[in-house]
């Protein structure tokens, strides 16, 4: 441990972000740039407790006071060895995870917790300016050939992790750019694309093979893969969106948020617009909010990174609504340390400038004479306790229209798109309809595995990685006929 009393000395503090109106006028990312002496003293409030309980609160199991020490003692190079342990881009994860390892901290029992994604993100950066991120090419191939299908965060993660293991990779992306979720679905603002483009150039030096443009089930056929491959890993998204079906949802002017957003990504990278990140064909031409009153329906992560869009946009007004209640200011007696607590959370998208309101239901969509939206018929809710179940109730005389020109769906998604791929390969769907799989391998095809959304639903990047890492490990387990105990047991022997 680097300074037992470090976390009484210091405070939190994280780097300074750009005044909200100089950076909606733009799509570069918020924070400003933090010294590493400043970073030394964030790593120095790691407590070195008993218990480290960040390191169950993090999906990847981040060995988070040891690279703090590393971190507090400069040691960069070593930081960066320990946090990679775990972690296969630990660059994206420091920009855009929230952090539950944070809510798990023991500092932040009483105090606030140790700045665990910031000082993830500085070590990510100084790994690169220093020039310890390097290709590490296997020396040795198994001659076994792997598909993954989906190159977002999880098909990312299992790539890197079974080319190490020395098979042979070949990521499909049906977009025109390898990223996913991480390209076509992150704002700008929150996750500047060069940061992905940097970590690819890394990847193929290490032999990893990237085919974008590609929609596995329609460009190359499901039987295809199967019998050009040893093994394929299904890492696509869940991508379809939970709609809004009440009246006037034909109305011109009602779009899925991911449409919205990945549009915009697409200008950003002066990639042409008219066709979706899924390869679909944009039937109404640009989605832009400029000039008109802009109502996000959901009050996720989505729905604020809607809200950070359309102030770039130049909205006339936005807002915010949600069905749940607000929740409280801070954490809930519900989710006591260290779970993931329910509190009210603002992101840099809310402070550019947004309305926000809870407790409303959306009754109808309502147009003009031309067909397209005009106005949205809210209403007011209560939540009562019926029978051990909280039920909406509307308030009598709430029900009102508002301005809305532009309303965003971002209620988020159901599952992936079975048509298709999954259809043809004929795997079998869980009660959610997600893809059903034990240890990773489907049910209907053990050389079919998957991981990611299409397993889990829709959740996190950072369990996305996660996912991706596990079933590149159970893949490797049936590429070479080891179970997964025997497996563990070898690496047990070789670190000892």
């Known amino acids: 441990m680097g300074k037992p009393t470090g976390f009484l000395e210091f405070a939190r503090e994280l780097p300074k972000k750009r005044d909200p109106q100089q950076r909606i006028h733009d799509y570069r990312e918020i924070e400003v740039q933090f010294a590493p002496q400043d970073t030394q003293r964030q790593a120095a409030r790691c407590m070195d407790c008993g218990t480290p309980f960040c390191h169950s609160g993090c999906p990847?199991?981040?060995i988070i006071p040891e690279f703090n020490d590393a971190v507090y003692e400069q040691n960069w190079a070593?930081?960066?060895?320990?946090?990679?342990?775990?972690?296969?881009?630990?660059?994206?994860?420091?920009?855009?995870?929230?952090?539950?390892?944070?809510?798990?901290?023991?500092?932040?029992?009483?105090?606030p917790p140790v700045a665990i994604e910031f000082i993830e993100k500085s070590i990510a950066e100084e790994a690169f300016k220093q020039g310890y991120v390097t290709p590490r090419i296997p020396t040795e191939r198994t001659g076994k050939q792997i598909a993954i299908v989906g190159s977002g965060p999880a098909g990312l993660a299992a790539a890197a992790q079974l080319n190490k293991a020395g098979h042979t990779v070949t990521v499909f992306e049906r977009a025109d750019q390898i990223g996913g979720l991480l390209r076509y679905g992150i704002p700008d603002f929150k996750l500047e694309k060069w940061t992905i483009d940097r970590r690819?150039?890394?990847?193929?030096?290490?032999?990893?093979?990237?085919?974008?443009?590609?929609?596995?089930?329609?460009?190359?056929?499901?039987?295809?893969?199967?019998?050009?491959?040893?093994?394929?890993?299904?890492?696509?998204?869940?991508?379809?969106?939970?709609?809004?079906?009440?009246?006037?949802r034909e109305l011109k002017?009602?779009?899925?948020?991911?449409?919205?957003?990945?549009?915009?990504?697409?200008?950003?990278?002066?990639?042409?617009v008219e066709v979706d990140h899924q390869g679909?064909?944009?039937?109404?031409?640009?989605?832009?909010?400029?000039?008109?009153?802009?109502?996000?329906?959901?009050?996720g992560d989505t729905g604020s990174d809607c809200v950070g869009t359309s102030n770039r946009h130049e909205a006339a007004s936005v807002t915010?609504?949600?069905?749940?209640?607000?929740?409280?200011?801070?954490?809930?007696?519900?989710?006591?340390?260290?779970?993931?607590?329910?509190?009210?959370?603002?992101?840099?998208?809310?402070?550019?400038?947004?309305?926000?309101?809870?407790?409303?239901?959306?009754k109808e969509f309502i147009g003009d004479e031309n067909g397209n939206l005009k106005a949205l018929r809210l209403v007011d809710l209560t939540w009562e306790n019926k029978n051990g179940r909280m039920q909406m109730v509307e308030l009598p005389g709430s029900e009102r229209d508002v301005p809305c020109e532009l309303a965003l769906l971002a209620a988020g998604f159901l599952h992936?798109?079975?048509?298709?791929?999954?259809?043809?390969?004929?795997?079998?769907?869980?009660?959610?309809?997600?893809?059903?799989?034990?240890k990773y391998q489907t049910t209907t095809n053990p050389k079919v595995f998957v991981a990611g959304d299409m397993r889990r639903g829709q959740s996190l990047v950072v369990w996305a990685i996660s996912e991706g890492r596990e079933a590149a490990r159970a893949a490797d387990c049936y590429l070479m006929g080891e179970t997964m105990l025997e497996a563990k047991a070898v690496s047990m022997i070789s670190v000892e």
């Open 78 to 111: 070593y930081a960066y060895e320990i946090l990679a342990s775990t972690n296969n881009f630990p660059e994206f994860t420091g920009r855009i995870c929230p952090a539950p390892c944070e809510a798990s901290c023991v500092l932040g029992i009483n105090k």
């Open 320 to 362: 915010q609504i949600e069905l749940m209640p607000m929740p409280p200011q801070e954490r809930a007696e519900s989710t006591p340390w260290p779970n993931w607590p329910m509190m009210l959370r603002t992101s840099t998208s809310h402070e550019e400038g947004c309305e926000r309101q809870w407790s409303i239901n959306t």
């Open 416 to 438: 992936p798109q079975h048509n298709g791929l999954l259809d043809d390969l004929g795997v079998d769907y869980d009660e959610r309809g997600n893809v059903k799989a034990v």
């Open 200 to 248: 690819l150039a890394i990847m193929e030096a290490e032999g990893i093979i990237f085919k974008p443009g590609v929609n596995v089930g329609k460009d190359l056929k499901a039987n295809d893969l199967l019998n050009d491959f040893d093994a394929i890993m299904l890492t696509g998204g869940s991508t379809v969106p939970r709609d809004l079906p009440i009246p006037g």
């Open 280 to 299: 679909e064909t944009y039937t109404d031409g640009d989605i832009l909010a400029t000039g008109k009153n802009v109502v996000v329906i959901g009050g």
């Open 253 to 272: 002017g009602i779009y899925p948020a991911m449409q919205f957003l990945s549009q915009q990504n697409k200008r950003n990278a002066e990639r042409p």
């Open 60 to 62: 990847l199991g981040n």
